[in-house]
Every structure is written in structure tokens, then in C-alpha cells.
């Protein structure tokens, strides 16, 4: 059944008015309710009101708003002085400190000042939702109202049902959030609920593949950003976020699974924290930002010939983009209209995208010597730069007339050590199974999860879609793969995505 969202003469409080309490003041504000800020700083409440009436003036002279838009929101906030003056709030968001004993004694000490029918939301980005709702009287009342960074701009919020939580809360939130113009997810309370935990792969199997050599960092971000469509790599986005925040998150999902191998930190991060190289506002990261530093460039193959007859196999999304690009760039070829997998042949060398297996592992199982494997790309029409490796048995003038060949159709090449899955493979592949995991544990539904990446981290498109795309089967194949390669429990195949493939679906059906 669907819940109507709260009505707008609901006032709403929201206690901590630092980034992310001012953030969902400005949006609670701008969505027609009376917001009354309190922090429990001296001054901080009333500057956030400042602050915020001035970005609404701000948002009006962009044009963004009208004038008496931001007008009226701007006297739509309040700041009060005490918890007291928040009786009478149909709902209470809080964004203080992230402490669970703090948040506990928060929402006790409210609870004696509200009336029975408020409702609790809580912005923890990593504490139980249970936990904190286990020091209430009415923990029932208690949903996670889960903003992102910054509150205004990003779509996602997560509404996350501790064990007390009633499921009338959390529709009723879930409305809400939507009536304030964000997408609403449903999530359980489990460690880093969706986005933190779905979105862990991302930063680790980078750090995997750095950690093993496999390639740079800029030719490591430079291949997500370019074949996988993401907006950030990984290395320049934990330098962003900073590593003692994400190292600090991957930490604590890390514990609270138990110290499960799948979420398991890395040696790489645990130095940078060490060394205090927390990336961009330490002027230090996996890249240097203080000034004079050299930018570093991304490895890209120099320019080789595609020597030997040119043969594309099969209809592959690979081998259809090739065959479109090399005709936009008047380079001959003939095409085979089977394939056991193959994507082309020039010259002594044989191409295929990677299956997880090493380029001198499939070589070997293969006995095709020359093997060269090419990485996922998000749409290999538009992709401008691919990762490739070649098997250990490859010759020089094959993997030249590879490379050459990737070159003629306009992609620039990045060679990478030969890793098991490259890196957009591997990467969407783990996201894929994280994600499939969450909703076997009934987490949240195939479609939030594939939201919530999407909306609350920017992906281009969600990780079971993509799985989708890409075939379950892959997917499936890869994960065996790197499950072989490593034997580590880290790549067991979720339940869901093991059942999609003896059942022939989708993970969206
Ligand atoms: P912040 O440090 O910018 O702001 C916290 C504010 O709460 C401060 O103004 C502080 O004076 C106030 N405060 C602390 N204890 C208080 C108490 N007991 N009563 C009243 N006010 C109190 O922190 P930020 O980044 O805004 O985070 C707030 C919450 O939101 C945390 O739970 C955090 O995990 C969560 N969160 C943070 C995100 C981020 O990217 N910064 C994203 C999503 C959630």
C-alpha cells in the first residue's frame, strides 16, 4: 500500500546543522515545510539559517528559483535553542556527530518532548538503525533517513528500517522523501546499507589491481572513466572523499560483516592514512596536489600497425562496435559469423574480451598462444580508451598487430600487467554480486539497489543492470574465474546471480 508523503504544514526539525543537517534543511525548506534548526554548538543553528537564506538569494539570482521563492523558504527556517522548542514537529531529522551513544541519548532525550506520533529519522551513514533505536521507548518510530553529500544535489535518499522500525514509518518517509523531490530507496539496517556497502568494490579492486602491479593509477582511473563510463576512478575519487573517511567506512563494513574477506581493507589506504596522505585536502593521495606537482598521464600504447588480414567474429557488442569504427575509418576487414568467443583476429593474434581467466592462462587452456584480452567497456561505440593485456606466450609482432588494430578503429590503448578480469570487467563484475547479495539478504529489491548506485554514487548505469547487459553467464564466469585465480573466498558468487544462471534470467526479472 502507498503512503501519502507528510502534508507540507508539517514542521520538521533537523538537529545538527553541519554539512549534511544544513543540506536537508535547505531541502526540507525548499519543499514548502518550517523547518527549526538546533545544533548544539553555540551559533551554529542561527549560521546555518544565515547561510542558507543567503543560498536560497543565491539560487533566486541564478535563476533557479523566483525571488519570492527563495524568500519564503528562507522564513520557513528557524533556529531554536533548545530541544524543547522542537514539541509540536510532526518529524525530527538528525545529522549530529556519528556516535551511536550520542544519537541514542539524542533521540531518548526527545522522545520526553514530543508528542507519540513524531517521527524519528536518522542520517547515520554507517551505525546500526536497530542500535539506536534499541535506547527508545518507541523505537518503532525510528526509520534511517539517509541523505548524501551534498543533500541538495544528490537524488538518493535511503530510508532504512531498523529490526523495530514499522514499515508504516518507513512508507510514510519513503513518501516524504519523494514529495521532496528525491528517489526514495527502501533499505534494511545492515552494515553500509546499500551504496556504502555495493559501492565498496569499486575502491577495493582498484586497490587490488594498483597493489599487484597491474597498471598506474591514472591509467587505472583513466580506463574506468573512459571504457566504464564512471565520472570518477577510483584513485581520484578516494582522493576526493578522502582516504581516512573511506578507509574509515571500509573499516567499519569491513567489522560489522565479521571481518568477511569480501569487504577486507587494503595495505595500500592503510598507508596513505598512516603517512597522513588523505588525498586532495591534505594536498597529498595516491596523487600529489601541491603545487608544481606533475599531473600524471595515463599509459597509452604507442602507435602500432595492423599488420596481417583483419577477421571479426561473431556479433558481440566488441565485435559490432570494431566493425563500425574500422568502416568509419576505412580499414579493411571480413567478418566470420560465428564465434567460440573470439572477437577478431589480425595477423598471428587472437582477441577476446576477458573472462576473468589471465591472457596467459586462457593462452594455455586455449593453446592459442597469441592471445590478447581486451577489458569491459560500458558501450564500445563510444568508449575512447580500452585496457588490454597480452598472454606471457605472446609475440611482439602480435600483440603490436593488436594493438595496432584497436588504434585503426580509434581507441587509445592502455596495456595493462596481465590481471585476471582488467579492471571495468572485474570491477562491474564484483559490484554486480554485491549488489545481488544485498538483495538476496533482502536488503533492498533488485531496482533500489540498481537506484541507490546510480543516484547516490553517480554509476552510469546500475550494477545488476549492467550484469544484465553484460549476460548474467559472464558475469558468473568471471567471478569463477577470479574465484580460481585467487582462491579467495572474497569472489564466491552471490546465491542470486548463481540461481539467474541455472534459471536462464535476468537478475531484473
Ligand atoms: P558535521 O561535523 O559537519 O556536523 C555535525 C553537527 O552536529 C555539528 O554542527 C555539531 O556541532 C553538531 N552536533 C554534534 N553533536 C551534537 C549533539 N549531540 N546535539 C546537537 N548537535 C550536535 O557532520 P556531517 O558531515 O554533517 O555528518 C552528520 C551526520 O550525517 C553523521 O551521522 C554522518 O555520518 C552523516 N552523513 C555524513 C555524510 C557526509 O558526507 N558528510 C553523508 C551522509 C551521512
Not at 22 to 38: K, N, P, T
Not at 91 to 105: P, R, W, Y
Not at 124 to 153: C, D, E
Not at 375 to 382: E, F, G, K, M
Request: glycine share 8%.
Amino acid at each position: 500500500m502507498s503512503h501519502s508523503p507528510l502534508p507540507q504544514q508539517a514542521i520538521i526539525a533537523v538537529i545538527g546543522t553541519g554539512a549534511m543537517g544544513a543540506g536537508i534543511a535547505q531541502v526540507v525548506a525548499a519543499a514548502g515545510h518550517r523547518v527549526r534548526l538546533f545544533d548544539a554548538r553555540e551559533n551554529a543553528a542561527k549560521d546555518a539559517v544565515k547561510g542558507l537564506r543567503a543560498q536560497f538569494v543565491k539560487l533566486a539570482e541564478k535563476g533557479k528559483i523566483s525571488a519570492e521563492n527563495a524568500r519564503a523558504a528562507g522564513e520557513r527556517l528557524c533556529a531554536v535553542d533548545q530541544l524543547s522548542d522542537l514539541a509540536g514537529c510532526t518529524l525530527i531529522i538528525e545529522a549530529i556527530v556519528e556516535n551511536l551513544e550520542a544519537k541514542q541519548t539524542l533521540f531518548s532525550t526527545l522522545e520526553a518532548i514530543v508528542g507519540a506520533d513524531c517521527l524519528f529519522g536518522t542520517n547515520t551513514s554507517s551505525i546500526s538503525v536497530t542500535a539506536i533505536g534499541a535506547a527508545l521507548k518507541h523505537p518503532q518510530r525510528l526509520a534511517g533517513l539517509h541523505f548524501f553529500n551534498p543533500a541538495p544535489l544528490m537524488g538518493l535518499v535511503e530510508v532504512v528500517c531498523g529490526l523495530a522500525t514499522e514499515r508504516r514509518v518507513a512508507d510514510v518517509l519513503f513518501a516524504t522523501a519523494n514529495a521532496w523531490g528525491k528517489t526514495a530507496v527502501h533499505a534494511k539496517s545492515t552494515p553500509g546499507f546499500i551504496v556504502n556497502r555495493v559501492a565498496r568494490p569499486y575502491y577495493a579492486e582498484a586497490l587490488r589491481l594498483a597493489q599487484e602491479g597491474a597498471a598506474d593509477y591514472a591509467s587505472i582511473d583513466a580506463v574506468m572513466r573512459e571504457a566504464g563510463g564512471f565520472r570518477m576512478g577510483p584513485f581520484e575519487l578516494m582522493d576526493m572523499i578522502g582516504h581516512d573517511i573511506n578507509f574509515a567506512v571500509t573499516q567499519s563494513v569491513w567489522h560489522a560483516f565479521f571481518n568477511d574477506s569480501r569487504y577486507r581493507p587494503s595495505l595500500i589506504q592503510q598507508e596513505l592514512v598512516d603517512a597522513g596522505y588523505f588525498g586532495r585536502k591534505s594536498g597529498r593521495g595516491f596523487y600529489d596536489y601541491r603545487e608544481g606537482a606533475d599531473k600524471p598521464i595515463a599509459q597509452t600504447e604507442a602507435p602500432q600497425t595492423p599488420t596481417g588480414m583483419i577477421v571479426l567474429f561473431g556479433q558481440s557488442p566488441l565485435s559490432h562496435a570494431l566493425a563500425l569504427r574500422l568502416q568509419q575509418h576505412g580499414v579493411l576487414f571480413t567478418r566470420a559469423p560465428e564465434s567460440d568467443g573470439r572477437i577478431a583476429e589480425v595477423g598471428d593474434a587472437t582477441i577476446f574480451v576477458t573472462d576473468g581467466r589471465s591472457a596467459t592462462q586462457r593462452a594455455a587452456e586455449s593453446d592459442l598462444a597469441n592471445t590478447v584480452l581486451i577489458d569491459l567497456a560500458l558501450d564500445y561505440n563510444t568508449a575512447t580508451r580500452l585496457a588490454m593485456s597480452a598472454a606471457a606466450q605472446c609475440q611482439t609482432p602480435a600483440i603490436n598487430a593488436a594493438i595496432g588494430l584497436f588504434q585503426a578503429a580509434g581507441y587509445t590503448l592502455s596495456r595493462f600487467r596481465d590481471v585476471p578480469g582488467l579492471a571495468v570487467m572485474r570491477t562491474v563484475a564484483m559490484l554486480a554480486n554485491e549488489a545481488a547479495d544485498a538483495v538476496n539478504q533482502g536488503v533492498c529489491s533488485a531496482v533500489g539497489a540498481d537506484a541507490a548506485m546510480c543516484l547516490g554514487v553517480n554509476y552510469p548505469l546500475g550494477p545488476l543492470a549492467w550484469a544484465d547487459r553484460v549476460g548474467v553467464n559472464t558475469i558468473y564466469t568471471v567471478l569463477t574465474h577470479l574465484g580460481r585465480s585467487y582462491g579467495e573466498d572474497r569472489y564466491r558468487i552471490s546465491p542470486l546471480i548463481q540461481r539467474a544462471v541455472f534459471a536462464a534470467r535476468n537478475l531484473h526479472d
